[in-house]
């Protein structure tokens, strides 16, 4: 397949993995919190009976669509790198379309092992709108073009498990970032939405993805050293990209910290979710885009 039709292929997919994760945003937002009116006649004494109007949850099928539309979206997001990938002849994360993409993927990957894990689809009312803020965001304002690849990404076996290990990190964290918002709208214990996941459990979700995800953010920042003494002789410079992953590294430990040694658990550990989440996408979008250092090396 020549490469102008494989890099067509890769277009096309991303364009329906938008659309899918589009479509399942509003499915799982119908599933987590529409009702319907439902008119019931009730039986009296006298004649006729009294019609009353109750409120049901939307049906179960609407959850199910959910999950099969974000199973349908990774899969094109899947195909639209591996299309990429035979593209342009390396690895499709060398500047930010590719990785906003590649990010989009992770964190619909991480979200859909843990809705299999808890069987709990009303998360996915807060993850997917990240993941469709990223495709909108690559769709909008970075150019999708091939370019050559710049001498400092010309490294690309360690530049692979750089770049794949920060992606498997920040999906993970993601599924953090979902279970403490939800968390914080459920107001902890009084559990305002009876079909959102308890508060018990959106703090366990919270926790176990942090677990996860906060070794696999070392890992890459440990990688990303050893990859810039590659490149520029050094392994550690304070650049902007490498000082803010590192306070973003550090806002989990605190997270971890407080957890295990202060006990903090509920509305303290989820405002710390949230702002580690935050930290990732600062040192994503901002430090990548507006401030200048080493790591501009991609542009957009």
Do not use: C
Request: no cysteine; proline share 3%; hydrophobic share 55%.
């Amino acid at each position: 397949m020549e490469v102008g039709r494989v890099e067509g292929l890769s277009l096309t997919t991303f364009w329906l993995a938008l659309g899918f994760t589009a479509a399942s945003v509003l499915f799982y937002w119908g599933y987590s919190f529409g009702a319907r009116v439902v008119l019931r006649r009730l039986a009296t004494n006298g004649d006729g009976g009294v019609t009353v109007a109750t409120f049901e949850w939307l049906p179960e099928s609407l959850g199910r669509l959910a999950s099969l539309t974000t199973w349908a979206a990774t899969a094109f997001v899947a195909v639209s790198l591996f299309a990429r990938w035979r593209a342009v002849g390396h690895a499709p994360w060398s500047n930010m379309w590719e990785f906003t993409l590649a990010f989009a993927g992770g964190v619909m990957l991480f979200y859909i092992v843990f809705e299999r894990w808890y069987g709990q689809r009303t998360i996915g009312s807060f993850i997917q709108p990240v993941v469709l803020a990223l495709m909108a965001v690559a769709a909008a304002f970075f150019p999708a073009e091939v370019r050559p690849l710049v001498p400092a990404l010309q490294n690309q076996d360690l530049l692979a498990l750089h770049v794949a290990t920060m992606i498997l990190a920040y999906g993970a964290l993601s599924v953090s970032f979902g279970a403490g918002v939800m968390y914080l709208i459920q107001g902890g214990d009084r559990n305002r939405f009876p079909r959102l996941p308890k508060a018990g459990l959106l703090d366990q979700i919270g926790y176990r993805s942090v677990i996860v995800g906060f070794p696999l953010l070392a890992l890459g920042i440990a990688l990303g050293a050893y990859w810039g003494n590659s490149a520029w002789g050094r392994y550690w410079g304070w650049d902007p990209k490498e000082t803010s992953s590192l306070v973003t590294w550090l806002i989990y430990a605190a997270y971890l910290h407080t957890r295990g040694r202060r006990g903090w658990t509920g509305t303290r550990a989820a405002v710390i979710l949230v702002l580690g989440f935050i930290g990732v996408l600062f040192t994503y979008f901002v430090v990548n885009l507006w401030v200048s250092g080493l790591h501009s090396y991609a542009g957009v």
